[in-house]
């Protein structure tokens, strides 16, 4: 089959599969969501979209009145958090007013002499990676120049554009390696859209909103397209793809005629992470 109707009908698929009942999305690693290293407590609310992976976090400050140091050169995230002043209102009374704070933290990983406290995350070290899958992603990340770390025990995969990085759990935490690879393609098509290459991701885009939802479907159906290109694609892998797209076409309030707008831009995406390249057609 060529490598137009593998794309072509992958979205039929995905397609057909959406006008079914779907089951919901589920993520398919475990691991810690976001929490201080010194007060044992989770970051809740925007802080959840504001740190970029799980794990445990501290200041500047704390590392160093706990013995610990920040390695050259790491970068911090930033985290904020209500405060309150007081202040006498028109009638007399004294009223608590809130306004808002910020600091910069970094992970754990970004440190040096200290331990994690949490439990370790249990993983499988039996999951070995997949020959054909990893060629293709250690063969992207070389040519793209995209930085790809793990980060053991996190809850979180992303792509950060200001960095140009992706972050993943290690495979381990992952039900299966090819639970694992269809994250990782996902995070890499995601890249794809940097500046330095498609220059699709030309915003920083909220979460939820329609630029972000609209990305999201590209970079999953990128992902199906890869996984079924590479032979590594289970059928819980293709269902929870479907999942995941649903509930951003939900979002967008859109039919399934956004996943054509949609997979014009993933086939993009997987052409560069599959390092395919089209002949110019002639005019005849």
């Known amino acids: 089959m060529s490598k137009f ?10 397609i057909a599969q959406l006008e079914n009942n779907v089951i919901p999305w589920r993520k398919t690693w475990n691991g810690s ?3 201080n290293y010194v007060s044992r ?7 959840l979209l504001l740190l970029p992976f799980g ?3 501290l200041s500047f400050k704390q590392a160093k009145e ?3 140091t920040i390695r050259k050169g790491e970068k911090s995230s930033m985290v904020v958090y209500y405060n309150w002043t007081e202040r006498e209102n028109d009638n007399g009374d004294i009223e608590k007013i809130p306004f808002l704070k910020y600091y910069n933290v970094f992970h754990l990983s970004q440190t040096e002499g200290l331990t994690s406290k949490l439990d370790a995350v249990t993983t499988d070290n039996d999951i070995e990676p997949i ?3 990893q060629n293709i992603l250690d063969d992207y990340i070389n040519r793209s120049g995209v930085i790809l770390q793990h980060i053991e025990g996190s809850n979180r995969a992303c792509y950060q554009p200001t960095t140009d990085k992706i972050t993943m759990p290690i495979i381990g935490q992952f039900e299966s390696a090819e639970e694992y690879y269809c994250t990782a393609f996902h995070e890499a098509a995601h890249s794809t859209g940097h500046k330095k ?6 915003e920083t885009a909220a979460f939820g909103s329609q630029t972000y939802s609209k990305e999201e479907l590209v970079a999953e159906i990128s992902s199906a397209m890869i996984m079924n290109f590479s032979g590594i694609e289970l059928p819980q892998t293709f269902e929870n793809s479907v999942s995941y797209i649903k509930s951003w076409l939900k979002k967008l309030r859109s039919d ?3 996943i054509v707008s949609a997979s014009s831009k993933a086939q993009k995406a997987t052409d560069l992470i599959l390092n395919i390249k089209h002949e110019p057609q002639s005019a005849e």
Request: proline share 3%.
């Open 66 to 68: 706990l013995g610990g």
């Open 5 to 14: 109707n593998i794309y072509e009908a992958v979205t039929e698929r995905i």
């Open 197 to 202: 290459r498609l220059n699709r991701i030309t």
């Open 41 to 47: 407590k989770q970051y809740r609310g925007i802080n």
């Open 256 to 258: 399934n005629k956004m």
């Open 131 to 133: 020959e054909t899958a």
């Open 55 to 57: 794990g445990e976090w």
């Open 33 to 35: 969501e976001p929490i």
